[in-house]
């Protein structure tokens, strides 16, 4: 072969690998950044994995929490009472104070009030809300009080009118956090004339 003949053959050559060259280069720019992409991906990945793995032991725990909550709950009473003196009659006046014991029983989930005392005993730690109410003529002076364990925590009363054409309503309520055995009872007292 020539001199000429190589030289045309390498010209040739360079023509024909100089499309393929640029060709090349970008592909290798293409990969670069796909891998660069990839490594992203990647990392972000493992951090979602890290996230997944936190959360399923946090879940794990909050429901071996809720279970063990259940548990304690599961045998503990559900306590609701709800007791009226009747629709007709009158009470007093007295000369001394008296436990009111409300006959009309409409409910008594868990037993705690006692309909013959008038009773409330809290058979478990929580918190009870109370509420009692009277109707009377204005010319009775009337105080009622809500008890704990003797102590007074709530009272509705008014005072005798010389009206004895009117009637008065009253009520009371109280929210109260109890220890289990400790109770409640509204009481009536003596005659405030």
């Known amino acids: ?78 306590v609701a009472f709800s007791a009226s003196a009747g629709s007709v009659g009158f009470f007093g006046p007295f000369n001394t104070d008296i436990t ?10 868990g037993d705690a009030y006692n309909q013959a005392t008038g009773i409330f005993t809290a058979p478990v730690l929580g918190v009870y809300y109370f509420s009692f109410f ?20 709530a009272i509705t009363q008014h005072h005798k009118s010389s009206c004895h054409r009117e009637w008065r309503q009253r009520c009371n309520a109280a929210l109260r956090e109890r220890r289990a055995g400790l109770y ?3 009481e009536e007292h003596k005659d405030l004339g």
């Open 100 to 109: 009111l014991a409300y006959k009309n029983v409409i409910m008594n989930v």
């Open 134 to 153: 009277y109707h009377c003529g204005a010319d009775q002076p009337t105080l009622l009080t809500l008890r704990r364990n003797g102590k007074q925590v």
């Open 1 to 78: 072969m020539t001199t000429k003949e190589g030289t045309f053959l390498q010209n040739e050559a360079q023509q024909q690998t100089c499309p393929f060259k640029k060709l090349c280069t970008d592909l290798l720019k293409e990969l670069g950044a796909s891998e660069e992409k990839l490594q992203a991906t990647e990392t972000r990945l493992k951090a979602l994995e890290n996230t997944v793995q936190e959360l399923t032991s946090r879940l794990a725990n909050s429901e071996a929490q809720i279970e063990k909550i259940q548990m304690e709950n599961r045998d503990r009473p559900n």
């Open 184 to 186: 409640c009872a509204p």
